[in-house]
Structures are given as structure tokens and as C-alpha cells.
């Protein structure tokens, strides 16, 4: 009695239209894919009657009725509809990256200073931050039979997932400039930047130059010592010569204070936000003991010579012009030591520990004294790449993206009424801790932040003056 004849069974596998339009904050959804018929099932070919082998294995004769190779096929068709039913199988390669929902609504909030930017177009800038981090999509890979077959292909994901995070450097290098630019005239300081500040001197190379640690609680010339308490310091390096005896403080610090450094303002007559951002040197003759030793600390750390001094000065105007803004934060992936750092902060207090380290370079000696600086932590999971102001808020950029940017800074702005401000803190509250959501603008780029527990903290901590001989030793 002949056999029914088996047909081999083959996959069909097609590329797959996405849907990006549903991504949620702080990771990529899988996309929705729009099947082709067939993608990804299990189908029988099509019997071509001419290729078809008989028993004997020889090739019979070509068939006078293509219809009737088509019925013959029919009858061997198994179950209505055509196709067997999928059993569910794994998925791989699915990307990570950050994207915007609950803030991405198309329409502006009331009262927000951003101009226009709307649209509802999905937000495939943030959906392809995950590409900046590393994280590469690919089409879903369904397993059925024989699953040594798909194992080059599931090394070829994986390694496509894994080649960009591997590249990207963290913590994320602080971008220098090659000059300083002149800040915008729209950029006001309600107290002026180093009013008294002059030139730095050259000194005798053979003068003994006394190197003092300053630090006082933040505006304490408004607050007391207020800030003090909660221990948010200013830090700052002060000089004595000791043949001239004159002093001299030097600090660096926001030219447009700290609130316009550290969010932006929007400004209804530009689509992306502007920063007020920069941060300089201030130098000036004098030292005023009241104000360090009150409520801080002025305590000698280092002795060094006068040509060291000279050094050191031409380093600072090179500092001063390359690096001209200002970044708050720390962040980092937890506060377990070790952990992760994404993105360092640029303040007065790592001014102040850049200067220690080229004193040290020049051959300083320092004292084995304790030393404490104020820092504010953000904890994050890795943060995505979402673009620069051309990109985002361009002509061609992503104007979902651009109006989350927006409103997720609309809180922020200056000059608040008590009761604005509460409403503020409690959106600022919910955006940040609620729905873990952060946006970051460092180098003048947008990175988006999945916020994670404890979120902020100011902590005090300690960071030993630097070793001569261990930084002689590295250079």
C-alpha cells in the first residue's frame, strides 16, 4: 500500500514594519509588528507538480493543467484556512532605551512658556536613544524546530546588542571649548559675578607662597549659615606671599547663579530652551577671614614656591577658558560604593580639587588633614542619548520629544510665588519619584535618566588632598 507523501515543512521568515508609537518611559517596549501573511509560521511550500519526484525518483512529465496540480495540492492542504496553529516561542534582542509618554501629550500645558512644538508623530528619537547606548533592535526570532540552526543568528544579536554599550564611555567626558564665548545679553545675574576680581600676579620664583583651603556654607552673605547646616559648602583656594604679604583668593563658581545653570529658561519666542550656563574663575587680592572661618574652614594645607605659583596660574587661565559651564549634578546608578558613574558634576568644589592635583603635579607637599566637599547625587539606570538642540527641537526633529523636554522643565522656572511653587515641587515630585523620570542636558546634549531610588542626595563626603609622589608617579 503506497504512502501518502510527506511535505518538508519550511519557515517563513520576513522583515516586520514597526510600530513605535507605544513606547514607555525609561524602556523600549517590544514594537508592534505588523506581520506579513505567513511571518514567522510554520508553511508548506506550494507543490510545483514538474519538480515533484515520484516513487521511482524519477521526474514525471509535465501535467497538461496547472489547475489540476493546484487541486491535487488543495487536497493535501490539512486544516481549513491553510495553516497550522503557532505555539508560542522566545523572543530576543529586545532594545533599551528611553522614550516619553505620560509627558509626550500633544497638547502644551497650560500656561507654558514653549512655543508650539507639537505633534503626534511617534517618538523614534527617544525610542532610538537605545541605539546611542548600544542598545540595537532587531526583528523577533521565533524558535521552533531545530534550534541549532538559529544559533548564528542569536551570536549576531547578541553581539549587535552588546557593540555599543561596550563603546560608550562612562562616566561621559566633560566637553571643552577652545575659547570662551561672550554670555548672551539676555542673561542677567541678580548678584553680580567677581566684582572686585583683577589679574593674577606673577610672583618671584624664589617667594614661599602659603596655599590655604577655604570653604563656607553656600550664600551665606543671604542665608547665614543656614545651608551650612545641611552641609552644602562653597569651596574655594586661598594664597598668602609671605615676602610681599598679601593674600589672594581664587574660586570659581555660576556666573548667572545656581538656578540658571542648572535648568533652563523657556523662552516663548524660541522652541528649544535656553541656558544661561557658564562657569569661570574669579581672582581678587584679599581674603576675607570672617567669612571663612566663621562658619567654614581656612586652614593652610600646602607651601609652595613662587614659580610653582606662576605654573599654576597659566593653567588656570587654560582651565578658565576650555571649561565655561557649569554642570550640578553627580550621577551614578546607586549610592553603594563602587557603583556606576554616568555623568560628573563641575562645580566649584571639583575647581578647587583640579587645582590641588596640578599643585601636586608642580611638586607641592600637602598636609595629611581631612578634607570634606559638598555633592549632589542623581541615581539613575544607564541613561539614553536623546539628541542636541538641532536634532530635537530643529526644524526636522522630534516635536513629541521636544514638548516632553519642555514640560518636564516648565516646573523649574524663576520667580515663583509661594503657591506656584508648591504646585511645582508637587509635579517636580511626581515626574521624578513617581514616574522616575529625568532629563539631563550635559554637553549641550539631552540625555534621558530612568530614575531610581533614593533618586537625590547631598552628601558631605571626604576626598583626601592628593599624594605627591603618587601623582608624580602617573604623569
Known sequence: MSQRKRWPTVWVQCSEELDRSAFRVGQVQKPQARRARGCGERTRPRKNP?????????????????????????????????????????????????????????????????????????????????????????????????????????????????????????PVPYKRFSFRPEPDPYCQAKYTFCPTGSSIPVMKDGDVIEVFRLQAPVWEFKYGDLLGHMKIMHDAVG??????????????????????????????EMNAPFWCNQGAACFFEGIDDIHWKENGTLVLVATISGNMFNKMAKWVKQDNETGIYYETWTVQASPEKGAETWFESYDCSKFVLRTYKKLAELGAEFKKIETNYTRIFLYSGEPAYLGNETSIFGPTGDKTLALAIKRFYYPFKPHLTTKEFLLSFLEIFDTVVI?????????????????????????????????????????
Open 239 to 268: 594664597f598668602r606671599s609671605t615676602s610681599t604679604g598679601k593674600n589672594y583668593t581664587m574660586e570659581w563658581y555660576e556666573l548667572f547663579q545656581l538656578g540658571n545653570c542648572t535648568f533652563p529658561h523657556l523662552r516663548p
Open 435 to 475: 514616574h522616575r523620570q529625568f532629563y539631563l542636558f550635559y554637553n549641550f546634549e539631552y540625555w534621558f535618566l530612568p530614575m531610581k531610588f533614593p533618586f537625590i542626595k547631598i552628601t558631605y563626603e571626604e576626598i583626601p588632598l592628593p599624594n605627591r609622589n603618587k601623582t608624580l608617579s602617573g604623569l
Open 50 to 170: 514538474s519538480l515533484a519526484l515520484s516513487r521511482s525518483g524519477r521526474r514525471p512529465a509535465r501535467t497538461a493543467s496547472r489547475a489540476a496540480a493546484r487541486a491535487r495540492a488543495g487536497r493535501r492542504a490539512g486544516p481549513p484556512g491553510g495553516r497550522r496553529a503557532r505555539r508560542p516561542g522566545p523572543s530576543f534582542a529586545r532594545g533599551r532605551g528611553s522614550a516619553h509618554s505620560r509627558l509626550a501629550d500633544p497638547q502644551p500645558a497650560q500656561g507654558s512658556e514653549g512655543a508650539g512644538s507639537t505633534g503626534n508623530r511617534g517618538m523614534e528619537q527617544a525610542g532610538n536613544a537605545g541605539l546611542g547606548t548600544g542598545g540595537r533592535r532587531g526583528a523577533d526570532v521565533v524558535w521552533r524546530r531545530a534550534p541549532w540552526r538559529w544559533a548564528p543568528a542569536l551570536l549576531c544579536l547578541v553581539a549587535a546588542a552588546t557593540d555599543g554599550s561596550t563603546q560608550r564611555q562612562w
